[in-house]
């Protein structure tokens, strides 16, 4: 019997505005619509899950209790809107700074589906009804090879960079949606879930 669907949101430039590699819970803010997604998305019965790249650790940029207190700040800041991700799963590698990096750790790294399909097995996730909202093109590679039913790419953070390679990605079998923000996406995917 298939899981319940998931919503992967992407973390930097979709849930919290996009900081270079961001490391001081003092730098969070939440995007527009980000709470308002999440509401509906809990209402509808709907995983989330946050899929995140955070090779600001392989860089040494910052490191573990850095990222675990922008998430507890992130998820402080979403408690006060009355919402909350079920699983968070970030990704602490980069090709040029993680030694040995190779094929496991690239599955890891979004445009690799690992992330996801932890998540799958964790939560009893249907991939395949399931939707990514991200502002890369990796993010968009990431549910494909994961075999989600479609990604919402936005133009918070990266996006208006990614926006013409992320919509390419789209196949018979995998919709890519555009999106100028989270509350242009919430009304795209009323009716897809």
């Known amino acids: 019997m298939p899981g319940r669907p998931a919503l992967f ?3 930097d430039g979709v ?3 996009e900081r270079d590699y961001l490391s001081d819970p003092a730098d969070v803010a939440l995007e527009k619509g980000a709470a308002e ?14 899929p995140t790249n955070q090779s600001g650790i392989a860089r040494g940029r910052f490191g573990l209790k850095a990222l675990e207190a922008v998430e507890a700040e ?5 408690a006060d809107r009355d919402t909350a991700f079920d699983l968070v799963v970030a990704c602490p590698f980069h090709p040029d700074f993680t030694p040995g990096y190779g094929e496991e750790e690239a599955r890891w790294r979004k445009p690799g589906p690992a992330m ?12 395949a009804a399931s939707w990514l909202v991200g502002d890369k093109t990796s993010d ?10 479609g ?20 196949t018979e079998t995998f919709d890519v949606l555009p999106a100028d923000d989270l509350r ?5 995917l009323r009716d897809r879930f």
């Open 74 to 78: 992130i998820a402080r800041q979403l």
């Open 116 to 127: 996801l399909e932890l998540a799958e097995k964790m939560m009893e996730i249907d991939l």
């Open 140 to 149: 968009v590679e990431a549910a494909r090879a994961a075999g989600l039913r």
């Open 9 to 11: 949101l992407d973390r």
């Open 184 to 188: 242009d996406t919430l009304k795209l």
């Open 151 to 170: 990604a919402v790419h936005v133009l918070t953070g990266h996006g208006k960079s990614h926006r013409d390679k992320a919509l390419s990605l789209a």
């Open 37 to 50: 997604l999440m509401r509906w998305a809990r209402d509808g019965d709907i995983a989330m899950v946050c």
């Open 15 to 17: 849930i919290v505005v």
